[in-house]
């Protein structure tokens, strides 16, 4: 994948942009966008003016038409500020699930011991679909059933964390600009 997006100019239409996508980019596309996502997600941490409207809803701006109560006024800052903490705890769970999906290690940690597998020879035969020749079969043997084990739930819980950070990614979408 390469990917060139130039500087805004006066008119956006004017702005170059050349994307192509190699034919292996879209074989493993949620790791392939993370590249993207990743780096892009850290920045808007780093350097938002703004949070979105449902974060920063907490009345008693003196721009308001509306008249408010003067302890609104009083804790307006406050709760402003809360905002910015709960939509930078939403930034940090995106953040965190695209460098799982970049690592794209994570399931090792759920795994302990060492596995050997073995092919062992069985009784029957079947036709090769291309060759159509009658071939012999073989089943894989864990050599060491005891020795080595997978932690299913705490894999399942990571994933679950990280479908997290994708299902905020999709619901604030809209909300990422600055």
């Known amino acids: 994948m ?17 994307v192509e996508i190699e034919r292996h980019d879209s074989f493993s596309m949620d790791h392939t966008l993370s590249y993207v996502i990743l780096p892009m997600l850290i920045q808007l941490k780093e350097c938002k003016h703004g949070i979105p409207h449902e974060f920063a809803e907490v009345g008693g701006a003196d721009y308001e038409a509306q008249e408010s109560f003067d302890f609104y006024k009083e804790t ?15 930034l940090d769970k995106m953040i965190w699930s695209f460098e799982q999906i970049l690592l794209d290690e994570y399931e090792e940690k759920y ?6 597998f ?7 035969e079947f036709p090769n679909p291309v060759t159509g020749k009658i071939e012999k079969t073989f089943q894989m043997v864990d050599k060491n059933p005891k020795e080595h084990w997978t932690d299913y739930e705490g894999m399942r819980k990571h994933e ?6 994708l299902d905020l990614f999709g619901k604030y979408y809209r909300n990422l600009w600055d």
């Open 160 to 165: 679950e964390r990280i479908q997290e950070g």
């Open 111 to 116: 795994r302990h011991g060492r596995s050997e």
């Open 118 to 124: 073995d092919w062992v020879r069985t009784d029957k």
């Open 76 to 90: 307006h800052n406050e709760c402003f500020d809360k905002g910015v903490e709960r939509w930078n705890e939403v």
């Open 2 to 18: 390469k990917v060139n997006i130039g500087k805004y100019f006066k008119r956006a239409i004017d702005r170059r942009i050349s």
